[in-house]
């Protein structure tokens, strides 16, 4: 008899224990898992960038040239191997995701800082200023922006700020609408009114109450904003109008890899794979975040 309590009470944990294994990656899926995982180690990477290159991003060695991967047959000098004037992959990709990095999440943060504060100024005012900040987001919707930051590259130059700035521009349209409807919404329920019936500035009715509320959608729609700043980038640096040497990025060694795309394969593999799993693991945080987050997906 207490052979079978015995059993019946491990069975009982094993059963328990299966329940807590899948609920954990039902609210953990593998796949955020990992995403999360790959986005810290290139968080990592970013700020540590100086400590972890082996050599430096910029150094060429016209007798190391094209050197292969260590997998493809080199050596342990290069692990992943050197370009067209000799200088280490590896290096350049960890200068790379920083640079790329640091140009997607302030190119992000100035978007939501733009879109926020047109989004608050439309709720506000209502009337013919609410009329010329929509105008102003169909304008930007109807243009394609790819073409202006040509153009604007191509007057202005293609220094490090003005690159951030001009990405900064792009995405800004979803989060004004995004921050006008949830502020519209907000300023009629029961706080803001509250807070406004007291006497409380507007500055302290958006900011300290509306703002705080809103908080977890104006964060999901940055990050699903930021997977399109890193392609933007990539894509304006593959043409070869982003920026120039001797600063680098993950969209540069793809397009001077480009060339060698037969002969020395690994020069664009590194960085394109890194972009893509980049992009991907923003998205999947991101949509898994709306679905955290989001109230009326529960």
């Known amino acids: 008899m207490i052979i079978e309590q015995e059993e019946i009470a491990a069975s009982g944990s094993v059963i328990e224990d299966k329940r807590r294994v899948t609920a954990f990656f039902q609210a953990w899926p593998p796949a955020v898992i990992f ?4 986005l810290v180690l290139m968080m990592l990477i970013a700020i540590f960038a100086p400590l972890i290159t082996p050599y430096d991003f910029m150094a060429v060695d016209v007798h190391a040239r094209l050197t292969p ?5 080199g050596n342990f000098a290069h ?25 997607a999440i302030c190119a992000t943060l100035l978007s939501t800082l733009i879109g926020l504060v ?36 191509a007057f202005l130059g293609n220094s490090l700020v003005i690159f951030i700035m001009l990405l900064g521009l792009n995405g800004w349209d979803q989060v004004t609408r995004i921050a006008r409807g949830l502020a519209i919404s907000a300023d009629t329920q029961g706080y803001a009114a509250a807070a406004r019936d007291i006497g409380a ?7 300290r109450h509306i ?15 930021i997977p399109g700043v890193i392609l933007l980038e990539s894509s304006l640096s593959f043409l070869g109008i982003g920026l120039q040497p001797p600063q680098t990025s993950l969209g540069n ?6 060339d060698y795309i037969q002969s020395a394969p690994w020069i664009m593999l590194m960085p394109a794979a890194v972009i893509v799993v980049t992009t991907l693991s923003v998205s999947i945080v991101g949509d898994w975040l709306r679905d955290r987050l989001d109230p009326t997906l529960r």
């Open 118 to 153: 047109l989004g608050f100024t439309a709720a506000y005012f209502r009337g013919w200023i609410d009329q010329i900040i929509l105008t102003l987001v169909d304008a930007q919707l109807a243009m394609p922006f790819m073409i202006i930051a040509i153009a604007v590259l």
């Open 253 to 258: 060694m793809v397009g001077y890899g480009r």
């Open 201 to 207: 500035s507007p500055w302290r009715i958006y900011l």
């Open 79 to 103: 692990l992943l191997g050197t370009d067209q004037l000799g200088r280490d992959v590896l290096s350049r990709a960890v200068a790379s995701i920083r640079i790329s990095i640091t140009i």
């Open 211 to 225: 703002l705080p509320n809103i908080s977890a959608t104006i964060v999901v729609a940055m990050t699903l904003n």
């Open 35 to 38: 995403a999360i995982l790959w």
């Open 69 to 73: 991967p260590l997998f493809f047959g």
